[in-house]
Protein backbone atom coordinates (compact mmCIF):
# COMPACT_ATOMS: atom_id res chain seq x y z
CA UNK A 1 0.00 0.00 0.00
CA UNK A 2 1.29 3.19 -0.90
CA UNK A 3 2.31 6.03 2.06
CA UNK A 4 0.48 9.18 0.89
CA UNK A 5 3.00 12.11 1.08
CA UNK A 6 2.68 15.95 0.75
CA UNK A 7 4.66 19.07 -0.13
CA UNK A 8 5.68 21.36 2.74
CA UNK A 9 2.76 23.90 1.44
CA UNK A 10 0.29 21.87 1.91
CA UNK A 11 1.26 21.00 5.04
CA UNK A 12 1.76 24.63 6.64
CA UNK A 13 -2.71 24.96 4.71
CA UNK A 14 -3.47 22.14 7.15
CA UNK A 15 -1.98 23.36 10.16
CA UNK A 16 -3.16 26.75 9.91
CA UNK A 17 -6.47 25.27 9.34
CA UNK A 18 -5.95 23.75 12.58
CA UNK A 19 -5.48 27.14 13.99
CA UNK A 20 -7.97 28.80 12.83
CA UNK A 21 -10.50 25.88 14.27
CA UNK A 22 -9.03 26.01 17.75
CA UNK A 23 -8.21 29.88 18.12
CA UNK A 24 -11.99 31.12 17.34
CA UNK A 25 -14.04 27.65 16.29
CA UNK A 26 -16.32 26.50 13.88
CA UNK A 27 -17.91 30.36 13.20
CA UNK A 28 -15.23 31.05 11.32
CA UNK A 29 -16.46 28.94 8.55
CA UNK A 30 -19.61 30.36 8.33
CA UNK A 31 -19.26 33.75 6.63
CA UNK A 32 -18.54 35.13 3.16
CA UNK A 33 -17.36 38.35 2.26
CA UNK A 34 -18.16 40.74 -0.87
CA UNK A 35 -19.78 44.13 -0.79
CA UNK A 36 -23.51 45.32 0.27
CA UNK A 37 -25.57 47.74 0.24
CA UNK A 38 -27.79 48.71 3.56
CA UNK A 39 -30.90 49.49 2.17
CA UNK A 40 -32.64 46.73 3.94
CA UNK A 41 -34.45 45.47 7.24
CA UNK A 42 -32.99 43.72 9.78
CA UNK A 43 -34.70 41.36 12.39
CA UNK A 44 -32.91 40.83 15.52
CA UNK A 45 -34.09 37.57 17.74
CA UNK A 46 -32.99 37.75 21.91
CA UNK A 47 -33.95 34.71 23.10
CA UNK A 48 -34.34 35.06 27.43
CA UNK A 49 -33.12 31.73 28.23
CA UNK A 50 -34.16 30.00 31.39
CA UNK A 51 -38.09 31.00 31.31
CA UNK A 52 -39.04 34.26 31.94
CA UNK A 53 -41.49 35.39 34.96
CA UNK A 54 -43.41 37.49 32.19
CA UNK A 55 -46.65 37.54 34.73
CA UNK A 56 -43.56 39.74 37.16
CA UNK A 57 -42.34 42.03 33.98
CA UNK A 58 -45.88 42.64 32.15
CA UNK A 59 -48.18 42.90 35.73
CA UNK A 60 -51.82 42.76 35.99
CA UNK A 61 -52.99 46.29 37.73
CA UNK A 62 -56.53 45.98 37.97
CA UNK A 63 -59.74 44.08 37.97
CA UNK A 64 -59.80 40.17 38.95
CA UNK A 65 -56.65 39.27 37.61
CA UNK A 66 -55.34 41.63 40.01
CA UNK A 67 -56.98 39.67 42.73
CA UNK A 68 -56.11 36.51 41.47
CA UNK A 69 -52.78 37.36 40.81
CA UNK A 70 -51.78 38.75 44.58
CA UNK A 71 -53.65 35.66 45.84
CA UNK A 72 -50.76 33.49 43.95
CA UNK A 73 -47.85 35.65 45.03
CA UNK A 74 -48.33 36.59 48.51
CA UNK A 75 -44.47 37.54 48.54
CA UNK A 76 -43.29 37.91 45.17
CA UNK A 77 -46.92 40.22 43.54
CA UNK A 78 -45.45 43.74 42.30
CA UNK A 79 -47.60 46.59 43.98
CA UNK A 80 -49.62 48.76 41.95
CA UNK A 81 -48.24 51.81 42.98
CA UNK A 82 -45.71 53.76 45.21
CA UNK A 83 -42.10 53.85 45.26
CA UNK A 84 -41.86 50.56 43.93
CA UNK A 85 -45.28 50.01 41.81
CA UNK A 86 -46.10 49.15 38.55
CA UNK A 87 -45.23 51.22 35.74
CA UNK A 88 -48.58 51.84 34.04
CA UNK A 89 -49.42 50.65 30.53
CA UNK A 90 -51.83 52.99 28.89
CA UNK A 91 -52.64 53.16 25.37
CA UNK A 92 -51.88 56.21 22.69
CA UNK A 93 -55.58 57.64 23.98
CA UNK A 94 -54.72 57.30 27.29
CA UNK A 95 -56.92 54.76 28.39
CA UNK A 96 -55.76 52.29 30.87
CA UNK A 97 -54.82 48.74 29.56
CA UNK A 98 -55.10 46.85 33.14
CA UNK A 99 -51.20 46.46 32.55
CA UNK A 100 -47.93 47.62 34.34
CA UNK A 101 -44.45 46.96 34.01
CA UNK A 102 -42.02 46.18 36.14
CA UNK A 103 -40.61 49.04 38.14
CA UNK A 104 -37.06 48.22 36.72
CA UNK A 105 -38.35 48.26 33.38
CA UNK A 106 -38.27 52.40 32.66
CA UNK A 107 -36.30 52.01 29.39
CA UNK A 108 -39.06 49.64 27.91
CA UNK A 109 -42.05 52.16 29.43
CA UNK A 110 -40.12 54.73 27.49
CA UNK A 111 -40.20 52.87 24.37
CA UNK A 112 -43.55 51.85 25.12
CA UNK A 113 -45.10 55.37 25.46
CA UNK A 114 -43.11 56.43 22.19
CA UNK A 115 -44.91 53.73 20.56
CA UNK A 116 -41.74 51.51 19.83
CA UNK A 117 -42.89 48.48 21.57
CA UNK A 118 -46.08 46.31 21.44
CA UNK A 119 -46.86 43.14 23.41
CA UNK A 120 -48.08 39.73 22.71
CA UNK A 121 -50.08 38.16 25.11
CA UNK A 122 -49.72 34.78 26.32
CA UNK A 123 -47.40 33.98 23.70
CA UNK A 124 -45.28 30.69 23.30
CA UNK A 125 -45.58 27.22 21.49
CA UNK A 126 -49.23 26.36 21.11
CA UNK A 127 -49.35 22.90 19.41
CA UNK A 128 -46.50 21.20 22.69
CA UNK A 129 -46.83 21.84 26.58
CA UNK A 130 -43.47 21.42 27.71
CA UNK A 131 -41.52 22.26 31.02
CA UNK A 132 -38.04 20.94 29.87
CA UNK A 133 -36.08 23.99 28.53
CA UNK A 134 -34.22 22.24 26.56
CA UNK A 135 -37.32 20.58 24.23
CA UNK A 136 -38.94 24.26 24.44
CA UNK A 137 -36.03 26.16 22.87
CA UNK A 138 -34.94 23.53 21.27
CA UNK A 139 -38.71 23.29 19.23
CA UNK A 140 -38.71 27.43 19.07
CA UNK A 141 -35.27 27.59 17.56
CA UNK A 142 -35.84 24.53 14.73
CA UNK A 143 -39.68 26.30 14.23
CA UNK A 144 -41.18 22.66 13.68
CA UNK A 145 -43.24 21.30 16.36
CA UNK A 146 -42.09 17.71 17.15
CA UNK A 147 -39.29 17.35 14.60
CA UNK A 148 -36.18 17.99 16.63
CA UNK A 149 -34.23 16.02 13.73
CA UNK A 150 -34.51 18.51 11.30
CA UNK A 151 -31.25 19.75 11.44
CA UNK A 152 -31.70 23.34 10.21
CA UNK A 153 -32.77 26.49 12.21
CA UNK A 154 -35.81 28.55 11.16
CA UNK A 155 -33.43 31.51 11.22
CA UNK A 156 -31.62 29.67 8.88
CA UNK A 157 -34.13 29.01 6.92
CA UNK A 158 -35.45 32.39 7.12
CA UNK A 159 -32.25 33.68 5.56
CA UNK A 160 -31.47 31.22 2.81
CA UNK A 161 -34.76 31.40 1.42
CA UNK A 162 -35.33 35.15 1.15
CA UNK A 163 -36.10 36.77 -1.65
CA UNK A 164 -33.16 39.12 -2.58
CA UNK A 165 -30.37 37.78 -0.26
CA UNK A 166 -27.70 35.76 -1.95
CA UNK A 167 -25.20 34.72 1.02
CA UNK A 168 -22.79 36.59 -0.83
CA UNK A 169 -23.26 39.37 1.82
CA UNK A 170 -20.56 40.34 3.89
CA UNK A 171 -22.52 39.42 7.06
CA UNK A 172 -26.26 38.84 6.10
CA UNK A 173 -26.22 36.91 9.65
CA UNK A 174 -24.65 37.38 12.81
CA UNK A 175 -24.56 35.72 16.12
CA UNK A 176 -23.68 37.72 18.96
CA UNK A 177 -22.90 34.54 21.09
CA UNK A 178 -19.64 32.13 21.98
CA UNK A 179 -21.69 29.20 20.35
CA UNK A 180 -24.08 29.20 17.28
CA UNK A 181 -27.61 28.77 18.06
CA UNK A 182 -29.81 26.03 17.05
CA UNK A 183 -31.37 28.69 14.92
CA UNK A 184 -29.01 29.27 12.76
CA UNK A 185 -27.81 25.25 11.99
CA UNK A 186 -27.45 24.60 8.58
CA UNK A 187 -26.79 28.12 7.56
CA UNK A 188 -22.89 28.55 6.21
CA UNK A 189 -23.40 31.73 5.74
CA UNK A 190 -24.13 32.95 9.88
CA UNK A 191 -21.05 34.38 11.60
CA UNK A 192 -21.18 33.80 15.00
CA UNK A 193 -18.59 36.03 18.01
CA UNK A 194 -18.85 36.80 21.83
CA UNK A 195 -16.87 40.25 20.87
CA UNK A 196 -15.39 42.24 17.83
CA UNK A 197 -12.19 42.43 19.81
CA UNK A 198 -11.91 38.34 20.58
CA UNK A 199 -12.38 37.32 16.76
CA UNK A 200 -9.53 37.20 15.42
CA UNK A 201 -6.11 34.85 15.59
CA UNK A 202 -3.88 36.25 18.21
CA UNK A 203 -1.95 32.46 19.32
CA UNK A 204 1.67 32.31 18.94
CA UNK A 205 4.02 34.89 19.36
CA UNK A 206 3.47 38.68 19.34
CA UNK A 207 5.58 39.59 17.28
CA UNK A 208 4.79 37.23 14.42
CA UNK A 209 0.82 37.34 14.60
CA UNK A 210 0.56 40.40 12.07
CA UNK A 211 2.59 42.93 10.70
CA UNK A 212 3.00 45.85 12.60
CA UNK A 213 4.38 49.58 12.04
CA UNK A 214 7.45 48.47 14.16
CA UNK A 215 7.80 45.13 12.92
CA UNK A 216 11.39 44.63 11.25
CA UNK A 217 10.95 45.48 7.46
CA UNK A 218 10.29 42.62 4.98
CA UNK A 219 8.00 40.94 7.82
CA UNK A 220 5.03 39.31 7.06
CA UNK A 221 2.31 38.60 9.58
CA UNK A 222 0.87 34.81 10.01
CA UNK A 223 -2.63 36.95 9.35
CA UNK A 224 -1.38 38.39 6.37
CA UNK A 225 -0.26 34.97 4.49
CA UNK A 226 -3.29 33.56 5.41
CA UNK A 227 -5.01 34.64 2.45
CA UNK A 228 -2.61 33.23 0.53
CA UNK A 229 -2.78 29.60 1.26
CA UNK A 230 -6.02 29.54 -0.10
CA UNK A 231 -6.50 29.11 -3.72
CA UNK A 232 -7.22 24.89 -4.27
CA UNK A 233 -9.94 23.10 -4.95
CA UNK A 234 -10.01 21.20 -1.95
CA UNK A 235 -13.02 21.64 0.90
CA UNK A 236 -10.35 22.39 3.74
CA UNK A 237 -9.07 24.86 1.10
CA UNK A 238 -12.87 26.54 1.01
CA UNK A 239 -13.54 26.60 4.79
CA UNK A 240 -9.70 28.54 5.16
CA UNK A 241 -10.77 30.91 2.20
CA UNK A 242 -13.88 31.60 4.45
CA UNK A 243 -12.67 31.93 8.06
CA UNK A 244 -9.71 34.44 6.68
CA UNK A 245 -12.32 36.40 4.74
CA UNK A 246 -14.58 36.55 8.09
CA UNK A 247 -11.70 37.35 9.74
CA UNK A 248 -10.82 40.32 7.41
CA UNK A 249 -14.30 41.76 7.57
CA UNK A 250 -14.19 41.92 11.05
CA UNK A 251 -11.07 43.87 11.14
CA UNK A 252 -12.12 46.48 8.74
CA UNK A 253 -15.00 47.73 10.32
CA UNK A 254 -14.25 50.01 13.06
CA UNK A 255 -15.94 48.14 15.97
CA UNK A 256 -15.58 50.42 18.81
CA UNK A 257 -16.05 50.82 22.51
CA UNK A 258 -19.72 52.11 23.28
CA UNK A 259 -20.30 55.58 24.34
CA UNK A 260 -20.28 57.59 27.28
CA UNK A 261 -23.46 56.45 29.40
CA UNK A 262 -23.92 52.84 27.46
CA UNK A 263 -24.76 50.45 30.48
CA UNK A 264 -21.92 47.70 30.96
CA UNK A 265 -24.30 44.61 30.88
CA UNK A 266 -22.57 42.05 28.74
CA UNK A 267 -25.65 42.20 26.77
CA UNK A 268 -25.25 45.67 26.20
CA UNK A 269 -22.33 45.37 24.91
CA UNK A 270 -23.63 42.72 22.58
CA UNK A 271 -26.34 44.57 21.36
CA UNK A 272 -23.46 48.00 20.32
CA UNK A 273 -21.95 44.91 18.17
CA UNK A 274 -25.42 44.54 16.44
CA UNK A 275 -26.02 48.27 16.02
CA UNK A 276 -22.35 48.65 14.89
CA UNK A 277 -22.84 45.74 12.31
CA UNK A 278 -25.74 47.54 10.82
CA UNK A 279 -24.47 50.78 10.98
CA UNK A 280 -21.71 49.56 8.94
CA UNK A 281 -23.50 48.53 5.91
CA UNK A 282 -22.54 44.78 6.00
CA UNK A 283 -25.88 43.50 4.37
CA UNK A 284 -26.80 41.87 8.04
CA UNK A 285 -30.76 40.63 8.21
CA UNK A 286 -30.51 38.29 11.22
CA UNK A 287 -29.10 38.63 14.46
CA UNK A 288 -29.17 36.43 17.34
CA UNK A 289 -28.40 37.09 20.99
CA UNK A 290 -29.08 35.09 24.62
CA UNK A 291 -29.58 36.92 27.67
CA UNK A 292 -29.20 33.73 30.36
CA UNK A 293 -30.62 33.57 33.97
CA UNK A 294 -33.79 33.47 34.13
CA UNK A 295 -35.14 30.05 35.59
CA UNK A 296 -36.23 31.56 39.41
CA UNK A 297 -36.89 28.77 41.24
CA UNK A 298 -36.18 30.07 44.46
CA UNK A 299 -34.79 33.43 46.19
CA UNK A 300 -36.60 35.33 42.77
CA UNK A 301 -37.42 38.51 44.60
CA UNK A 302 -40.26 41.13 43.58
CA UNK A 303 -39.72 44.82 43.81
CA UNK A 304 -38.00 47.51 46.18
CA UNK A 305 -35.11 48.19 48.22
CA UNK A 306 -32.05 45.77 48.93
CA UNK A 307 -31.42 42.69 46.98
CA UNK A 308 -33.86 41.74 44.50
CA UNK A 309 -32.50 39.23 41.93
CA UNK A 310 -35.63 39.73 39.17
CA UNK A 311 -35.72 43.76 39.31
CA UNK A 312 -31.90 43.25 38.63
CA UNK A 313 -32.21 40.75 35.29
CA UNK A 314 -35.04 43.51 34.31
CA UNK A 315 -33.34 46.53 34.57
CA UNK A 316 -30.46 44.59 32.60
CA UNK A 317 -32.43 43.82 29.66
CA UNK A 318 -34.56 47.25 30.25
CA UNK A 319 -31.74 49.34 29.65
CA UNK A 320 -29.65 47.22 27.39
CA UNK A 321 -32.93 47.29 25.14
CA UNK A 322 -33.79 50.99 25.56
CA UNK A 323 -29.92 51.96 24.96
CA UNK A 324 -30.40 49.73 21.56
CA UNK A 325 -33.16 51.37 20.02
CA UNK A 326 -32.24 54.73 21.03
CA UNK A 327 -28.82 54.32 19.30
CA UNK A 328 -30.98 53.17 15.93
CA UNK A 329 -33.22 56.31 15.91
CA UNK A 330 -29.98 58.47 16.74
CA UNK A 331 -28.12 57.09 13.78
CA UNK A 332 -31.57 56.91 11.33
CA UNK A 333 -32.09 52.88 11.22
CA UNK A 334 -34.81 52.61 14.04
CA UNK A 335 -37.47 52.18 11.22
CA UNK A 336 -35.79 49.46 9.52
CA UNK A 337 -34.87 47.07 12.79
CA UNK A 338 -37.48 45.18 14.15
CA UNK A 339 -36.70 43.35 17.27
CA UNK A 340 -38.05 40.34 18.72
CA UNK A 341 -38.16 39.12 22.47
CA UNK A 342 -39.16 35.94 23.77
CA UNK A 343 -38.32 33.19 26.26
CA UNK A 344 -38.89 29.55 25.90
CA UNK A 345 -41.87 29.49 28.53
CA UNK A 346 -43.35 31.27 31.70
CA UNK A 347 -43.56 30.67 35.19
CA UNK A 348 -46.60 29.08 37.38
CA UNK A 349 -48.89 31.88 38.67
CA UNK A 350 -48.94 30.45 42.14
CA UNK A 351 -45.13 31.32 43.39
CA UNK A 352 -43.62 28.20 45.11
CA UNK A 353 -42.35 27.83 48.92
CA UNK A 354 -38.78 28.98 47.45
CA UNK A 355 -40.13 32.34 47.28
CA UNK A 356 -39.50 31.53 43.26
CA UNK A 357 -41.94 30.16 40.63
CA UNK A 358 -41.24 27.02 39.13
CA UNK A 359 -41.83 26.11 34.90
CA UNK A 360 -44.87 27.10 33.36
CA UNK A 361 -46.22 27.98 29.51
CA UNK A 362 -48.04 31.19 28.11
CA UNK A 363 -45.71 34.49 28.10
CA UNK A 364 -45.26 37.33 26.85
CA UNK A 365 -43.50 38.09 23.43
CA UNK A 366 -42.16 41.88 23.34
CA UNK A 367 -41.96 43.52 19.69
CA UNK A 368 -39.72 46.97 19.25
CA UNK A 369 -38.94 49.23 16.55
CA UNK A 370 -40.07 51.76 14.33
CA UNK A 371 -42.01 49.86 12.21
CA UNK A 372 -44.12 48.71 15.06
CA UNK A 373 -47.84 49.43 15.71
CA UNK A 374 -46.86 50.16 19.26
CA UNK A 375 -48.08 51.11 22.49
CA UNK A 376 -50.72 48.32 22.29
CA UNK A 377 -51.47 44.73 23.46
CA UNK A 378 -51.82 41.94 20.80
CA UNK A 379 -53.19 38.34 21.30
CA UNK A 380 -55.77 37.25 23.44
CA UNK A 381 -55.12 37.26 27.54
CA UNK A 382 -56.63 34.85 29.11
CA UNK A 383 -57.34 35.38 32.24
CA UNK A 384 -56.04 33.93 35.79
CA UNK A 385 -59.48 32.62 36.61
CA UNK A 386 -58.67 29.24 38.14
CA UNK A 387 -60.65 27.64 35.74
CA UNK A 388 -58.59 29.40 32.94
CA UNK A 389 -55.40 27.56 34.44
CA UNK A 390 -56.74 24.13 35.35
CA UNK A 391 -56.43 22.49 31.62
CA UNK A 392 -52.91 24.06 32.04
CA UNK A 393 -52.36 22.97 35.66
CA UNK A 394 -51.92 26.57 36.72
CA UNK A 395 -50.46 28.64 34.14
CA UNK A 396 -50.97 31.08 31.94
CA UNK A 397 -52.39 29.06 28.45
CA UNK A 398 -50.58 29.68 25.57
CA UNK A 399 -53.38 31.74 22.52
CA UNK A 400 -50.82 32.81 20.27
CA UNK A 401 -48.49 30.89 19.11
CA UNK A 402 -44.92 32.78 18.57
CA UNK A 403 -44.96 31.65 14.63
CA UNK A 404 -47.29 34.05 14.24
CA UNK A 405 -45.81 36.85 15.76
CA UNK A 406 -42.72 36.19 13.45
CA UNK A 407 -44.21 35.24 10.58
CA UNK A 408 -45.42 38.82 10.14
CA UNK A 409 -42.21 40.25 10.64
CA UNK A 410 -40.87 38.22 8.10
CA UNK A 411 -43.48 39.14 4.92
CA UNK A 412 -44.75 42.34 5.62
CA UNK A 413 -41.10 43.10 6.91
CA UNK A 414 -38.22 41.06 5.79
CA UNK A 415 -40.01 40.61 1.83
CA UNK A 416 -41.12 36.64 2.53
CA UNK A 417 -43.55 35.49 0.53
CA UNK A 418 -43.51 32.11 1.44
CA UNK A 419 -43.95 31.55 5.30
CA UNK A 420 -43.91 27.75 4.98
CA UNK A 421 -40.54 27.77 3.78
CA UNK A 422 -39.55 29.03 6.87
CA UNK A 423 -42.09 27.65 9.49
CA UNK A 424 -42.81 23.90 7.83
CA UNK A 425 -46.73 23.32 7.97
CA UNK A 426 -47.46 26.39 9.43
CA UNK A 427 -50.19 28.79 8.40
CA UNK A 428 -51.61 31.32 10.22
CA UNK A 429 -52.66 35.31 9.55
CA UNK A 430 -51.36 38.08 11.06
CA UNK A 431 -51.98 40.30 13.44
CA UNK A 432 -50.97 44.06 12.73
CA UNK A 433 -47.80 44.01 15.16
CA UNK A 434 -45.83 45.97 12.26
CA UNK A 435 -46.52 48.14 9.20
CA UNK A 436 -45.77 46.49 5.61
CA UNK A 437 -42.37 47.68 4.06
CA UNK A 438 -44.51 48.63 1.03
CA UNK A 439 -47.55 50.39 2.52
CA UNK A 440 -48.54 53.06 5.42
CA UNK A 441 -51.48 51.12 6.29
CA UNK A 442 -51.38 48.94 9.85
CA UNK A 443 -53.69 47.14 9.71
CA UNK A 444 -54.16 43.11 9.84
CA UNK A 445 -53.18 41.29 6.55
CA UNK A 446 -53.78 37.66 5.59
CA UNK A 447 -50.69 35.88 5.55
CA UNK A 448 -51.16 33.11 2.90
CA UNK A 449 -48.96 30.01 4.02
CA UNK A 450 -48.86 27.13 2.09
CA UNK A 451 -48.08 23.28 3.40
CA UNK A 452 -44.64 22.75 2.65
CA UNK A 453 -42.78 19.60 4.02
CA UNK A 454 -39.77 19.54 6.97
CA UNK A 455 -37.89 17.32 4.63
CA UNK A 456 -38.38 19.40 1.56
CA UNK A 457 -36.74 22.55 3.31
CA UNK A 458 -34.04 20.22 4.91
CA UNK A 459 -33.28 19.04 1.23
CA UNK A 460 -32.20 23.09 0.09
CA UNK A 461 -30.07 23.57 3.03
CA UNK A 462 -26.09 23.83 2.17
CA UNK A 463 -24.44 20.54 2.67
CA UNK A 464 -21.36 21.97 3.73
CA UNK A 465 -22.81 22.41 7.42
CA UNK A 466 -22.70 18.88 8.93
CA UNK A 467 -18.83 18.35 7.28
CA UNK A 468 -16.74 21.29 8.01
CA UNK A 469 -15.12 19.50 11.00
CA UNK A 470 -15.34 16.21 9.64
CA UNK A 471 -13.02 17.70 6.12
CA UNK A 472 -10.58 19.18 9.28
CA UNK A 473 -10.29 16.15 11.30
CA UNK A 474 -9.63 13.98 8.08
CA UNK A 475 -6.81 16.36 6.45
CA UNK A 476 -5.36 16.37 10.12
CA UNK A 477 -5.12 12.71 10.02
CA UNK A 478 -3.27 12.84 6.71
CA UNK A 479 -0.81 15.46 7.60
CA UNK A 480 0.41 13.31 10.77
CA UNK A 481 0.56 9.75 8.63
CA UNK A 482 1.82 11.33 5.91
CA UNK A 483 6.01 10.41 4.34
CA UNK A 484 8.54 13.06 6.14
CA UNK A 485 7.59 16.65 4.29
CA UNK A 486 8.82 16.40 0.84
Known sequence: MDTPSISRRHFLKGCTAAAAVAAAGPQLFFSSVHAAANGHDTLVVLFLRGGLDGLNLVVPVSGEDRAHYEAARPTLAIPVSGTYGALPLTL??????????????????????GGQLAIVHACGLRESVTRSHFDAQLTIELGVMGRQGIGTGWLARA????????????????AVNSRQPASFGGSTHALTMASPGDFQLNSGAWNWQKTRADSP???????????????????????GARAERA???IARQSFGAPPAGWPTSTIARQLWTVAQSIRAGLGLRYAALDLGGWDTHDGQGSAGSGYHYFQNKVAELSQALAAFHNELALTGHAGRVTTVVQSEFGRRVRENAARGTDHGYGNPVLVLGGAVNGRRFYGQWPGLSPE????TYGDVPVTTDYRQVIGEILVRRMGHTDVAAVFPGYAASALGIVRSVSASAAGPVAVSVGATRADDVSARM??????????????????FGARPID
Open 159 to 174: MNTQPGVSGAEPMPAL
Open 388 to 391: TLSP
Open 217 to 239: AGLVGVNETLARLWGGPTGLEGD
Open 92 to 113: ASGAATGFGLHPSAVGLRDLWD
Open 247 to 249: LST
Open 462 to 479: PREYNSVFARVVRALRRL
